[in-house]
């Protein structure tokens, strides 16, 4: 079982929709990492958070540390906002992030 | 600032051949961290570094080597490629001080498409 589980694998949604991207983890983490990748792009962080809900423009980060959970939530979802969203937990001395598989995010117009 | 600074972007190579992937980084960022990304997968962690002179194997590190003489630079060698090592390949850098938690952002290079033929 992997150490990082993303849900759903792969979403398409109609614009405007309100999107949840979800992310279970199985081990002691640090922090948890929401990165945003599109298609034959480089990696950008979104979030990062340890506790609690971060907000930034149309993005909604939360995790629940007791359950292990985080989600990321989009509202008035765009056409450009179709890219891969990976979930990724920081832990131990060296730092390193382990990753979720990703979810596939289409939104058509 | 540019970050984190990778190249090449593409490559194509031959069975059996060597290169050099390069990755800079201009945020005077201690820990910096190689990991291929292959279809399908999760990342994974090659190699990563804690500071200048000091490297260490991650989860996948067979057929990869490293160097880190300076803070900026963190270069991932390939030795006798192989068709296992196509992949895409992504440097990463942090900031973490003393004895603290890996709590802070990571910043990722553009990626590197490397297919060995």
């Known amino acids: 079982k992997n150490e990082v589980e993303q849900s759903p694998q792969n979403l398409t949604a109609q614009e405007g929709e309100f999107i949840t991207i979800n992310c279970s983890y199985s081990v002691g983490i640090s922090a948890l990492h929401w990165l945003q990748q599109h298609p034959g792009g480089g990696i950008v962080s979104l979030f990062m958070l340890s506790s609690g809900k971060k907000k930034h423009g149309r993005l909604i980060a939360t995790i629940n540390i007791q359950e292990k959970h985080s989600s990321l939530h989009i509202t008035a979802s765009h056409p450009r906002d179709s890219a891969v969203y990976i979930c990724a937990v920081s832990r131990g001395s060296q730092g390193n992030l382990i990753f979720g598989k990703g979810t596939k995010l289409s939104v058509k117009p | 600032n540019a970050g984190v600074t990778q190249t090449p972007k593409f490559r194509i190579l031959k069975i059996g051949q060597s290169m050099t992937l390069q990755c800079t980084q201009d945020?005077?960022?201690?820990?910096m961290y190689w990991y291929r990304q292959d279809p399908g997968m999760g990342l994974k962690l090659i190699y990563y570094?804690?500071?200048?002179?000091?490297?260490d194997k991650g989860e996948v590190p067979n057929g990869y080597n490293v160097s880190r003489s300076t803070t900026e630079d963190f270069p991932l060698r390939l030795e006798l490629a192989a068709p296992s090592q196509t992949s895409v390949y992504f440097c990463a850098s942090s900031y973490r001080t003393g004895g603290a938690p890996m709590n802070t952002e990571a910043f990722f290079g553009q990626g590197t498409r490397l297919t060995v033929v």
């Open positions: 570094s804690v500071g200048a002179g000091i490297t």
């Open positions: 945020m005077n960022h201690n820990y």
